[in-house]
């Protein structure tokens, strides 16, 4: 039986750019993340979500980020490190208004700390946002 909610979570994972057998690595779990939005990016790359400690190449990285998780530059730094050359961070964030919501100035100024660029935000379930960070293009090929 399909809840009404699951086809959403289900394009949610297609819009963050997921796709069947990526390798999705998740940082920042805590009891108050979407467990609907993981379960359908589980289901929907057919498997399990990696943790902190996952020592393969990444595609897409989760980032759950609450205001008092940190240094948000030292948290995008370590998601950079297994990052496949094309992969993506997404920052989750609380939305407005909920515990932990952080202002999207702060994520700005983080980015280019990082070498990184900031490209879509989308909401991504009742509760949470997301920030898309991606490696800069670069302009030339040499």
Do not use: C, F
Not at 77 to 90: F, T
């Amino acid at each position: 039986m399909v809840a009404a909610g699951d086809a959403d979570y289900s394009s949610v994972a297609e819009r963050l750019g997921i796709k069947p057998d990526m390798v999705v690595q998740e940082i920042g779990w805590d009891e108050d993340v979407d467990d609907d939005l993981r379960a359908a990016i589980e289901e929907h790359i057919g498997g399990e979500l990696l943790d902190e400690d996952a020592d393969e190449v990444i595609d897409v990285v989760l980032l759950w980020w609450r205001e008092d998780d940190g240094d948000l530059v030292d948290a995008i730094m370590d998601a950079r490190g297994p990052l496949d050359e094309n992969g993506v961070i997404w920052v989750l964030t609380p939305k407005t208004g909920q515990p932990g919501h952080v202002e999207p100035s702060e994520i700005a100024e983080a980015v280019p700390t990082v070498g990184l660029a900031q490209t879509s935000n989308i909401s991504v379930g009742a509760n949470w946002a997301g920030t898309k960070l991606v490696s800069p293009k670069s302009k030339s090929k040499r």
